[in-house]
C-alpha cells in the first residue's frame, strides 16, 4: 500500500522536475529575451539622442566638432553626415565597418553595427541631408548582452549561419540545430539539455538572435527515483510517517497563504524548507505575490499620480476663472499622465477655426514667426486631423500621415486627439459669438459693450467647443485605447473649465450692463464715480460727469408704442457710444436717464462733449417702426447736465447730483440743450493749506442758476412745461 503512492509520487516527482525546469527555462529565457530588448532599444535611444545632438547644432561648420564630441564621449563609436542625394558630407573616424542597420528597419543582411539615424532641416523644414550615430555589433557587444542576460548569446545572419557568440564549441552546434526549430516565442531543447530560444529581428531590436540557458535538472535524477524507491520500499512505514509531517505542513502554509492572499495581503511569504516540488511551489508562490505586489503598487502609483493631478485640476477650476490658467493645468496633467512629448488646446472662435491658447512642447513643429505665442496656431474646422476631430466629434488617435496640403498643424509622428463640446443647448463660442456685444478694454480696466441682439436666437448644430491634442509618445510607441480614455477625462474637464468661465464671464457682464442698452448699469455707475473720484484725487486730475434725459420720451412711448421706444434708447446708446472715447463710460441710469463719465475733462471739454451729443441725436430722427408697420422717423433732442470734480461737489453721490441738478436747469431753460452745475457756496471754516485737486479755470459756460442759463446752451429747444423726473439718483 505504501510502494504505490512511492511510486507514483516518483514518477510524478520526475514529471514534474522535468515541467518545471522546462517551465524555469523558459522563465529565465523570457527574462533574458526582455533584457535583450531593452538592451537594444537603449541603445538604439542612446544613438538616436547623439544624433539628435548633432542635428540641433544650427551651424554647418560646427557639427564635425559636435559629432566627434559625441564620440569622444562614448555616446556613439561612429558618427556620419549626408547630404540629401546621401552623399557623405562628414564621418568621424575608426568609424565600424559596413553595413549599418538601422534600428528602425528590418534586417537584410549580415549586421556589422547599429545605427540611429535623423533628418537634417533648417528652420523653414528644408531637408538638409541625415546624421546617423553607430555603434559596432561586434563580439564585445554580444558579450556584453550575455553578462545583461545571465544567457549564452548567438549573432546569426540571414542564412541562418553564426556570426558572433558566447557558447561553448561544444554546443554551438546544438544550439543552431534546436534554433532552426524555434520559431517567434517558442523554446526548443537540445540533447544535452540546453534550452534556445530566438528574438528577433522586430521592430526596434534589429538583430536577429539565438538565446540559450542550461537546464536545471541534475544529473543521474531517474537513478536517484529508483534508489528512492528501493530505499522507500525498506522504510516504507518510516518514509510514509516522514512523508506525511513532511508534505501536510508545508501544504497547510501554503494554503493558509493563499487564504490570506484573498483577504488582500500581498506581503505574504510560504517559508520554503526543501528543494522539491513543495518548495518550488513555494518559491513560484513567493514569486507571484512579489509580482503581483510590484504591479498593484505601479498601479498604485499612477492612480495616485492622476489623483495628484485631478487633484491640482480640481483646485485650480475651484480657486479662478483664468481661462489660459486653467487650460495650462490641463494640458500639463494631460501630458504627465499618458507620457507624452508635446501637446496643444485649441478653441473654437466666431470665424470657425481652431485658435491655440495653449501650447507645450511644440518649438519648431509647426511653421510660426513667434512660438511663444499659442494664437499663431489656426486650423481650420474640417481641415487635417485637428479640424476633422473638432467637425466630426470624434477621438483620432495613430501616426501622422503628412499631406500635400497645408493644414497649420503641429509635425509629429504619433497623436492623439480628443474633443471637448459644451453641453447641447449653449453655444460654444460663447458671449461673443456673432449677435452678443463684444466686450473691448478701455484704459480705465472697464469694458465698453455693444447692444445685445439676438438674445433668443438658436445656436449652432455643432456644440464643439475645441480640441486637446497630444503628439509623440515617449518610448516611440504609439498612443493606446487607455490614454484615449485618460485624455477623455481631461477634455471633459476642460469643456466643463471653459463652459464655466464663460458662464461666470456673461453673469458678471450681464450682472453690470443694461440688457436692453448694452450700456452699463446704474450698479457700475456707483462703482465706476468711486472708483474714478479716487483717481482724480490721486494724480490731481478732474472728472466730468453728464447727466443726459431725452426730451418728452413719454411722448414717444404714447405715440408710437413702447418697442419705438426701447428702438430709440437702443439707437440713442449706439450714438452716444460713437461719440465718446475709449476712456469714458456711458451708462444707463433708468428710463430715459442717462450718465457718461468722462475722466481727465475739465467744463469746457466736458461742454464740447455735450454740444456734439446734442447734434447727433438732434440732426438725424430715429428710424421706429409705426403701428401698421410703416417706417417712421422720430425726431429727438437730449438734455445735458454738466458737473465736474471737484468743481461742483467733493464726492461721487454729490458729484452725480450736481449733474443732476444742471439737468433739472436745462430742461427747465427749454431742453435740448446742457448746462453746467452751478459752483456750491465756500462754507465758512478755518483755513488749513491742504493739497487739493485741479480746478477748473474761468470757461464762460452757460451756468444752472445763472440769470439767462439756457441762452448759450440750448440748440434749437422746444418750449413747454418740463415733465416730471422719471427717478432721482437710480
Given at each position: 500500500?505504501?510502494?504505490?503512492?512511492?511510486?507514483?509520487?516518483?514518477?510524478?516527482?520526475?514529471?514534474?522536475?522535468?515541467?518545471?525546469?522546462?517551465?524555469r527555462?523558459?522563465e529565465?529565457?523570457g527574462?533574458?529575451?526582455?533584457?535583450?530588448?531593452?538592451?537594444?532599444?537603449?541603445?538604439?535611444q542612446q544613438?538616436?539622442?547623439?544624433?539628435d545632438?548633432?542635428?540641433?547644432?544650427?551651424?554647418?561648420?560646427?557639427?564635425?566638432?559636435a559629432?566627434?564630441?559625441?564620440?569622444?564621449?562614448?555616446?556613439?563609436?561612429?558618427?556620419?553626415i549626408?547630404?540629401?542625394?546621401?552623399?557623405?558630407?562628414?564621418?568621424t573616424?575608426?568609424?565600424?565597418?559596413?553595413?549599418?542597420?538601422?534600428c528602425?528597419?528590418?534586417?537584410?543582411?549580415?549586421?556589422?553595427?547599429?545605427?540611429?539615424?535623423?533628418?537634417?532641416?533648417?528652420?523653414?523644414g528644408a531637408?538638409l541631408?541625415t546624421?546617423?550615430?553607430?555603434?559596432?555589433?561586434?563580439?564585445?557587444?554580444?558579450a556584453?548582452?550575455?553578462a545583461?542576460?545571465?544567457?549564452?548569446?548567438?549573432?546569426?545572419?540571414?542564412?541562418g549561419?553564426?556570426?558572433?557568440?558566447?557558447?561553448?564549441?561544444?554546443v554551438?552546434?546544438?544550439?543552431?540545430?534546436a534554433?532552426?526549430?524555434?520559431?517567434?516565442?517558442?523554446?526548443a531543447?537540445?540533447?544535452?539539455?540546453?534550452?534556445?530560444?530566438?528574438?528577433?529581428?522586430?521592430?526596434?531590436?534589429?538583430?536577429p538572435?539565438?538565446?540559450?540557458?542550461p537546464?536545471?535538472?541534475?544529473?543521474?535524477?531517474?537513478?536517484?527515483?529508483v534508489?528512492?524507491v528501493?530505499?522507500?520500499?525498506?522504510?516504507?512505514?518510516?518514509?510514509?510517517w516522514?512523508?506525511?509531517?513532511v508534505?501536510?505542513?508545508?501544504?497547510?502554509?501554503?494554503?493558509?497563504a493563499?487564504?490570506?492572499?484573498?483577504?488582500?495581503?500581498?506581503?505574504?511569504?510560504?517559508?520554503?524548507?526543501?528543494?522539491?516540488?513543495i518548495?518550488?511551489l513555494?518559491c513560484?508562490f513567493n514569486?507571484?505575490?512579489?509580482?503581483?505586489?510590484?504591479?498593484v503598487?505601479?498601479?498604485?502609483s499612477?492612480?495616485?499620480?492622476?489623483?495628484?493631478?485631478?487633484?491640482?485640476?480640481?483646485?485650480?477650476?475651484?480657486?479662478?476663472?483664468?481661462?489660459?490658467?486653467i487650460l495650462?493645468?490641463?494640458?500639463h496633467?494631460a501630458i504627465?499622465?499618458?507620457?507624452?512629448?508635446a501637446g496643444?488646446?485649441?478653441?473654437?472662435?466666431?470665424?470657425g477655426a481652431?485658435?491655440?491658447?495653449?501650447v507645450?512642447?511644440?518649438?519648431?513643429?509647426?511653421?510660426?514667426?513667434?512660438?511663444?505665442?499659442?494664437?499663431?496656431l489656426?486650423?481650420?474646422?474640417?481641415?487635417?486631423?485637428?479640424g476633422?476631430?473638432?467637425?466630426?466629434?470624434?477621438p483620432?488617435?495613430?501616426?501622422?500621415?503628412a499631406?500635400?496640403?497645408?493644414?497649420?498643424?503641429?509635425?509629429?509622428?504619433?497623436?492623439?486627439a480628443?474633443?471637448?463640446?459644451?453641453p447641447?443647448?449653449?453655444?460654444?463660442?460663447?458671449?461673443?459669438?456673432?449677435g452678443?456685444p463684444?466686450?473691448?478694454?478701455?484704459?480705465?480696466?472697464?469694458?465698453?459693450?455693444?447692444?445685445?441682439?439676438?438674445?433668443?436666437s438658436?445656436?449652432?448644430d455643432?456644440c464643439?467647443?475645441?480640441?486637446?491634442?497630444?503628439?509623440?509618445?515617449?518610448?516611440?510607441?504609439?498612443?493606446?485605447?487607455?490614454d484615449?480614455?485618460?485624455?477623455?477625462?481631461?477634455?471633459?474637464?476642460?469643456?466643463?473649465a471653459v463652459?464655466?468661465?464663460r458662464?461666470?464671464?456673461?453673469?458678471?457682464?450681464l450682472?453690470?450692463?443694461?440688457?436692453?442698452?448694452?450700456?452699463?448699469?446704474?450698479?457700475?455707475l456707483?462703482?465706476?464715480?468711486?472708483?474714478?473720484?479716487e483717481?482724480?484725487?490721486?494724480?490731481?486730475?478732474?472728472?466730468?460727469?453728464l447727466?443726459?434725459?431725452?426730451d418728452?420720451?413719454?411722448?414717444?412711448?404714447?405715440?408710437?408704442g413702447?418697442?419705438?421706444?426701447?428702438?430709440?434708447l437702443?439707437?440713442?446708446?449706439?450714438?452716444?457710444?460713437g461719440?465718446?472715447?475709449?476712456?469714458?463710460?456711458?451708462?444707463?441710469?433708468?428710463?430715459?436717464e442717462?450718465?457718461?463719465?468722462?475722466?481727465?475733462?475739465d467744463?469746457?471739454?466736458?461742454?464740447i462733449?455735450?454740444?456734439?451729443?446734442?447734434?447727433?441725436?438732434r440732426?438725424?430722427p430715429?428710424?421706429?417702426?409705426?403701428?401698421?408697420?410703416?417706417p417712421?422717423?422720430?425726431?429727438?433732442?437730449?438734455s445735458?447736465?454738466?458737473?465736474?470734480?471737484?468743481?461742483?461737489?467733493?464726492?461721487?453721490?454729490?458729484?452725480?447730483?450736481?449733474?443732476?441738478d444742471?439737468l433739472?436747469?436745462?430742461?427747465?431753460?427749454?431742453?435740448d440743450g446742457?448746462?453746467?452745475a452751478?459752483a456750491?457756496d465756500?462754507?465758512p471754516?478755518?483755513?488749513?493749506?491742504?493739497?487739493v485737486?485741479?480746478?477748473?479755470?474761468?470757461?464762460g459756460l452757460p451756468?444752472?442758476?445763472?440769470?439767462?442759463?439756457?441762452?448759450?446752451?440750448?440748440g434749437?429747444?422746444?418750449?413747454?412745461?418740463?415733465?416730471?423726473?422719471?427717478?432721482?439718483?437710480?
Amino acid at each position: 500500500m505504501v510502494l504505490g503512492p512511492v511510486l507514483l509520487g516518483a514518477f510524478f516527482v520526475g514529471s514534474t522536475l522535468s515541467a518545471v525546469d522546462r517551465g524555469r527555462a523558459t522563465e529565465r529565457l523570457g527574462v533574458a529575451a526582455a533584457g535583450v530588448r531593452t538592451s537594444v532599444d537603449a541603445l538604439c535611444q542612446q544613438l538616436r539622442a547623439a544624433a539628435d545632438a548633432v542635428a540641433l547644432v544650427a551651424d554647418p561648420a560646427a557639427r564635425p566638432r559636435a559629432a566627434d564630441q559625441v564620440v569622444g564621449r562614448g555616446l556613439a563609436a561612429a558618427v556620419l553626415i549626408a547630404d540629401p542625394a546621401g552623399r557623405t558630407s562628414y564621418a568621424t573616424a575608426g568609424g565600424p565597418a559596413g553595413p549599418w542597420q538601422d534600428c528602425a528597419a528590418d534586417t537584410t543582411g549580415p549586421v556589422h553595427a547599429l545605427a540611429a539615424q535623423v533628418r537634417l532641416r533648417d528652420p523653414a523644414g528644408a531637408d538638409l541631408g541625415t546624421v546617423a550615430a553607430a555603434q559596432p555589433v561586434d563580439p564585445a557587444f554580444v558579450a556584453r548582452l550575455a553578462a545583461v542576460t545571465g544567457a549564452g548569446v548567438t549573432l546569426l545572419d540571414d542564412p541562418g549561419r553564426i556570426t558572433h557568440t558566447t557558447e561553448n564549441r561544444e554546443v554551438r552546434a546544438a544550439v543552431l540545430a534546436a534554433a532552426r526549430q524555434a520559431d517567434g516565442d517558442r523554446v526548443a531543447g537540445t540533447v544535452d539539455g540546453r534550452y534556445v530560444r530566438r528574438v528577433g529581428p522586430a521592430p526596434g531590436q534589429p538583430l536577429p538572435l539565438v538565446l540559450s540557458v542550461p537546464g536545471e535538472r541534475p544529473p543521474g535524477l531517474y537513478a536517484a527515483l529508483v534508489g528512492a524507491v528501493v530505499l522507500a520500499a525498506l522504510l516504507a512505514v518510516l518514509a510514509a510517517w516522514r512523508l506525511a509531517r513532511v508534505t501536510t505542513r508545508p501544504l497547510v502554509e501554503l494554503a493558509g497563504a493563499v487564504d490570506r492572499v484573498a483577504h488582500g495581503d500581498l506581503t505574504t511569504r510560504v517559508p520554503v524548507r526543501s528543494r522539491d516540488e513543495i518548495g518550488r511551489l513555494a518559491c513560484a508562490f513567493n514569486r507571484m505575490t512579489r509580482e503581483t505586489g510590484s504591479y498593484v503598487a505601479a498601479l498604485t502609483s499612477s492612480r495616485d499620480q492622476l489623483r495628484g493631478h485631478l487633484t491640482v485640476l480640481g483646485d485650480t477650476l475651484a480657486s479662478t476663472h483664468d481661462l489660459q490658467r486653467i487650460l495650462r493645468v490641463i494640458l500639463h496633467s494631460a501630458i504627465a499622465a499618458t507620457g507624452a512629448r508635446a501637446g496643444a488646446v485649441l478653441l473654437l472662435d466666431g470665424d470657425g477655426a481652431l485658435v491655440g491658447q495653449c501650447v507645450e512642447g511644440l518649438d519648431g513643429r509647426w511653421p510660426t514667426e513667434d512660438p511663444a505665442d499659442p494664437a499663431t496656431l489656426r486650423v481650420p474646422v474640417g481641415a487635417g486631423v485637428l479640424g476633422t476631430v473638432a467637425a466630426t466629434g470624434e477621438p483620432r488617435r495613430g501616426r501622422w500621415e503628412a499631406t500635400d496640403e497645408p493644414t497649420g498643424e503641429p509635425s509629429c509622428e504619433t497623436y492623439v486627439a480628443v474633443p471637448f463640446a459644451a453641453p447641447r443647448g449653449v453655444d460654444p463660442r460663447g458671449p461673443d459669438r456673432p449677435g452678443h456685444p463684444p466686450a473691448e478694454s478701455d484704459d480705465s480696466g472697464s469694458a465698453r459693450l455693444a447692444p445685445r441682439r439676438d438674445l433668443e436666437s438658436p445656436s449652432d448644430d455643432s456644440c464643439a467647443l475645441g480640441v486637446l491634442a497630444l503628439y509623440d509618445r515617449l518610448g516611440a510607441d504609439e498612443f493606446d485605447d487607455d490614454d484615449l480614455v485618460t485624455l477623455r477625462t481631461f477634455a471633459g474637464h476642460a469643456a466643463v473649465a471653459v463652459q464655466n468661465v464663460r458662464v461666470h464671464e456673461e453673469t458678471q457682464r450681464l450682472s453690470l450692463t443694461d440688457p436692453l442698452t448694452g450700456l452699463w448699469n446704474y450698479r457700475y455707475l456707483r462703482e465706476s464715480i468711486r472708483r474714478e473720484v479716487e483717481r482724480a484725487n490721486r494724480f490731481g486730475r478732474m472728472l466730468s460727469v453728464l447727466a443726459l434725459d431725452l426730451d418728452r420720451f413719454k411722448h414717444v412711448n404714447d405715440t408710437w408704442g413702447h418697442a419705438a421706444g426701447d428702438a430709440v434708447l437702443v439707437e440713442f446708446a449706439r450714438r452716444v457710444r460713437g461719440e465718446i472715447r475709449e476712456v469714458d463710460l456711458a451708462f444707463r441710469q433708468g428710463g430715459e436717464e442717462f450718465v457718461v463719465l468722462l475722466p481727465e475733462t475739465d467744463a469746457r471739454g466736458a461742454a464740447i462733449v455735450a454740444e456734439r451729443l446734442g447734434a447727433v441725436v438732434r440732426d438725424q430722427p430715429v428710424p421706429v417702426a409705426g403701428h401698421a408697420g410703416e417706417p417712421v422717423r422720430v425726431p429727438v433732442t437730449v438734455s445735458i447736465g454738466i458737473a465736474v470734480y471737484p468743481d461742483h461737489a467733493a464726492g461721487g453721490q454729490q458729484v452725480l447730483d450736481a449733474a443732476d441738478d444742471a439737468l433739472y436747469a436745462a430742461k427747465a431753460a427749454g431742453r435740448d440743450g446742457y448746462l453746467v452745475a452751478r459752483a456750491p457756496d465756500p462754507v465758512p471754516t478755518q483755513e488749513i493749506p491742504v493739497v487739493v485737486a485741479a480746478v477748473s479755470p474761468p470757461d464762460g459756460l452757460p451756468r444752472a442758476g445763472a440769470g439767462d442759463a439756457g441762452a448759450g446752451a440750448q440748440g434749437g429747444a422746444s418750449s413747454g412745461p418740463h415733465p416730471p423726473r422719471q427717478s432721482r439718483g437710480r
